[in-house]
């Protein structure tokens, strides 16, 4: 049994560093979804692709039990061109798995071939490789789909990996555990001119600069101090170049929160100071304001079934509840909306490369442990017998 088992985890570390030397962006994963597929088939499992543009789901039913929950990996890398040197380092210029999600996608097929193979639950799971995670839009194209009407489920579970938390350990939170995110662009409209008479126009530069500096008094003098929230800009472009002063600025950014509340409390004091500083300085300001993230809350008892099955694949000491919420964003959050569920953090060592670096790797030795947990998971929320 140890002999096979080395060899599944070399075989799954191999398909690994093919998704990484492969990636794809959101709602491009066509390699990576028939491979899926064909995997998936491979085991046994019915299949359906193009679930949502690009997204597959794989279906495995033992016994008569007739609850259904659902497992989630994400397949969509990212616009990065990658700068680590690898064997398996990306083929395709400017985009790299520097997130993960490479390492996503295998563990759950290494869940589904050994839950196929040995069974050990009575019910239904659907498998749900989503694409275009990072947009934000994956999730809502699956669900716009007909997702739960085509396979319904009761509960649904996911993972991330965590650079920084020791390999092998596993964290997760009830309640508020990842933030909303929301995109903003604000324009200044004036009028530029020669760079050596600024009394002839009205420039927009030392407005957007007032104005970027404005925007942090939101978090720090207009919310309730009690209330997680973050304001941040992004980038500052304008139409100038070196003589001459720009007549059109764009300041661009996000807002990350977990109430709808201070969403739109922070909505309503961006458009107030855009109003003010574009008024004080002579300019017209318009504001963009949307709404890509809602925040992801997990379910208390969902969150409970998963500390209790991480304890059981990977040891007491390895499992832990953790603490305040990441202002972070994920669109599992969008599944959470319509059923319970919890997403969880599995650690991908403490020397890890923070995600969406250009020198990320996903470490192929939590591969293992995701397997391990999902499939002791499976079983604990469909028992057999």
């Given at each position: 049994m140890s002999q096979d088992r080395e060899a599944l985890w070399a075989e799954l570390r191999g398909w690994r560093q093919d998704f990484h030397r492969h990636p794809e962006f959101g709602f491009?994963?066509?390699?990576?979804?028939?491979?899926?597929a064909e995997r998936l088939r491979g085991f046994g499992l019915e299949v359906a692709e193009a679930v949502g543009g690009t997204g597959v789901v794989g279906t495995l039913r033992r016994g008569n039990g007739q609850r259904a929950i659902a497992l989630r990996a994400d397949m969509d890398a990212l616009r990065i061109p990658e700068q680590g040197e690898p064997p398996y380092r990306s083929r395709t210029p400017g985009v790299m798995h520097a997130c993960g999600h490479?390492?996503?996608?295998?563990?759950?097929?290494?869940?589904?071939?050994?839950?196929?193979?040995?069974?050990?639950?009575?019910?239904t799971i659907h498998f749900l490789f989503q694409p275009a995670e990072?947009?934000?839009?994956?999730?809502?194209a699956m669900l716009d789909d007909g997702l739960l009407r085509r396979f319904p489920f009761q509960e649904i579970y996911g993972l991330h990996n965590a650079p920084g938390l020791p390999l092998?350990?596993?964290?997760?939170?009830?309640?508020?555990?990842?933030?909303a995110e929301d995109n903003f662009e604000i324009i200044l409209r004036g009028l530029g001119g020669h760079a050596a008479r600024p009394q002839a126009g009205r420039e927009v530069l030392?407005?957007?600069?007032?104005?970027?500096?404005?925007?942090?008094?939101?978090?720090?003098?207009?919310?309730?101090?009690?209330?997680?929230?973050?304001?941040?800009?992004t980038e500052l472009l304008t139409d100038g170049t070196r003589n001459a002063l720009p007549g059109l600025a764009r300041v661009l950014g996000d807002a990350r929160s977990f109430r709808p509340e201070?969403?739109?409390?922070?909505?309503a004091e961006m458009r107030r100071i855009a109003a003010?500083?574009?008024t004080a300085h002579g300019l017209e300001a318009e504001v963009t304001y949307t709404r890509e993230f809602i925040p992801l809350i997990n379910d208390a008892d969902a969150t409970r079934s998963v500390l209790a099955a991480a304890r059981e694949a990977l040891g007491e000491a390895r499992v832990r509840e953790s603490g305040a919420p990441m202002t972070a964003s994920e669109d599992f959050a969008r599944f959470l909306a319509h059923a319970p569920g919890c997403f969880a953090f599995l650690g991908n060592g403490e020397d890890s490369v923070p995600l969406h670096n250009p020198r990320y790797?996903?470490?192929?030795a939590a591969i293992p442990h995701g397997v391990r947990f999902f499939r002791a998971l499976a079983r604990q929320r469909l028992p057999a017998g």
């Amino acid at each position: 049994m140890s002999q096979d088992r080395e060899a599944l985890w070399a075989e799954l570390r191999g398909w690994r560093q093919d998704f990484h030397r492969h990636p794809e962006f959101g709602f491009e994963e066509r390699r990576t979804s028939r491979l899926v597929a064909e995997r998936l088939r491979g085991f046994g499992l019915e299949v359906a692709e193009a679930v949502g543009g690009t997204g597959v789901v794989g279906t495995l039913r033992r016994g008569n039990g007739q609850r259904a929950i659902a497992l989630r990996a994400d397949m969509d890398a990212l616009r990065i061109p990658e700068q680590g040197e690898p064997p398996y380092r990306s083929r395709t210029p400017g985009v790299m798995h520097a997130c993960g999600h490479d390492g996503h996608t295998t563990m759950l097929l290494g869940a589904a071939r050994l839950l196929a193979e040995e069974g050990g639950f009575d019910g239904t799971i659907h498998f749900l490789f989503q694409p275009a995670e990072e947009w934000g839009k994956g999730a809502q194209a699956m669900l716009d789909d007909g997702l739960l009407r085509r396979f319904p489920f009761q509960e649904i579970y996911g993972l991330h990996n965590a650079p920084g938390l020791p390999l092998g350990h596993l964290e997760a939170r009830p309640g508020p555990a990842m933030s909303a995110e929301d995109n903003f662009e604000i324009i200044l409209r004036g009028l530029g001119g020669h760079a050596a008479r600024p009394q002839a126009g009205r420039e927009v530069l030392v407005a957007a600069c007032a104005l970027v500096v404005n925007l942090q008094t939101i978090v720090s003098r207009r919310l309730d101090p009690t209330e997680a929230a973050v304001v941040s800009v992004t980038e500052l472009l304008t139409d100038g170049t070196r003589n001459a002063l720009p007549g059109l600025a764009r300041v661009l950014g996000d807002a990350r929160s977990f109430r709808p509340e201070v969403s739109a409390a922070i909505e309503a004091e961006m458009r107030r100071i855009a109003a003010g500083t574009a008024t004080a300085h002579g300019l017209e300001a318009e504001v963009t304001y949307t709404r890509e993230f809602i925040p992801l809350i997990n379910d208390a008892d969902a969150t409970r079934s998963v500390l209790a099955a991480a304890r059981e694949a990977l040891g007491e000491a390895r499992v832990r509840e953790s603490g305040a919420p990441m202002t972070a964003s994920e669109d599992f959050a969008r599944f959470l909306a319509h059923a319970p569920g919890c997403f969880a953090f599995l650690g991908n060592g403490e020397d890890s490369v923070p995600l969406h670096n250009p020198r990320y790797d996903f470490n192929d030795a939590a591969i293992p442990h995701g397997v391990r947990f999902f499939r002791a998971l499976a079983r604990q929320r469909l028992p057999a017998g």
